[in-house]
């Protein structure tokens, strides 16, 4: 599976950005898609997931009420609506996959190219 994130931007404290994750190749083994996001000299974090078949989805408490997660299965296409967007939310974000379910989002089987979002405050 190949996954390739899009969308990022800069944009003002208080804007919003969708971001995009296609995935080709043997989609049909995914289980669990998502988002992780690292800042400069932070750690990464988590910062969504949904069931990809039965579309349940998981949130960061940071993101919370803010970001919204989707697909369409169709398009073997997931997105990030991030709404409300704030100077701390700045980081590359990874979209990233499971093939199997492991209990609780791992995102550890496939990953795509990182995006850049900038807020300004």
């Known amino acids: 599976v190949q996954l390739q994130a899009s969308g990022g931007g800069l944009v003002q404290a208080g804007g919003s950005l969708r971001l995009s994750c296609a995935a080709s190749g043997r989609t049909v083994s995914l289980n669990t898609m998502g988002w992780f996001r690292q800042a400069p000299g932070k750690e990464r974090e988590f910062v969504a997931a949904l069931g990809w078949s039965g579309g349940h989805t998981w949130y960061a408490d940071s993101v919370k009420g803010r970001f919204a997660i989707s697909r369409d299965k169709a398009l073997n296409t997931m997105y990030l609506q991030m709404n409300s967007l704030k100077p701390e939310d700045t980081a590359i974000y990874y979209c990233?996959?499971?093939?199997?379910?492991?209990?609780?989002?791992?995102?550890?089987?496939?990953w795509g190219q990182g995006t850049q979002v900038t807020v300004s405050s």
């Open positions: 990233a996959a499971d093939t199997y379910w492991q209990g609780t989002p791992v995102l550890g089987d496939y």
